[in-house]
């Protein structure tokens, strides 16, 4: 037989997953009526958030929408926290990223231009730049910023 205290595994990131949602639930109206929404008893949600068991994945889920808070933040710390937030300094938004390195892309080809990879990688990481305000970009600005670098 097991012995409970020995089958708790305090990991620090389960930890960290249990502050995160504990600060979120801490905002919610109350734990009953996330508990309710998730489709839990509220006695669940504050194991949870005390770190003394975590969510299945369904259940995360139904957190993460029921904080409205991204599902990668809620389960790792990483990513912007809520939906159509940029990436906080140092992460990268894979979305934007994408965008830029296609668009640097089609821009080159257009042109008939070849560029070294260093060069490309500058180019892309200034579109990326642009994107990254999560401000709408207007496309002429890109392409005339990609003339310029290429």
Do not use: C
Request: positive net charge; without cysteine.
């Amino acid at each position: 037989m097991t012995n409970y205290k020995q089958s708790l595994q305090f990991t620090e990131a389960s930890l960290q997953f249990a502050d995160r949602l504990k600060s979120e639930a801490d905002a919610y109206k109350n734990a009953s009526a996330l508990a309710r929404e998730v489709g839990v008893v509220e006695g669940t949600v504050r194991k949870w958030t005390n770190g003394i068991s975590q969510p299945k994945i369904g259940e995360t889920v139904a957190l993460a929408r029921a904080l409205r808070v991204n599902l990668l933040w809620l389960a790792t710390g990483e990513g912007p926290k809520h939906p159509g937030e940029p990436a906080a300094p140092g992460q990268i938004d894979l979305k934007s990223l994408q965008l830029a390195l296609e668009m640097v892309e089609q821009a080159l080809e257009t042109r008939r231009r070849v560029t070294d990879p260093e060069n490309k990688a500058q180019i892309v990481a200034a579109v990326y730049d642009l994107f990254a305000g999560n401000q709408p970009v207007e496309k002429a600005k890109v392409l005339k910023l990609i003339k310029t670098m290429a």
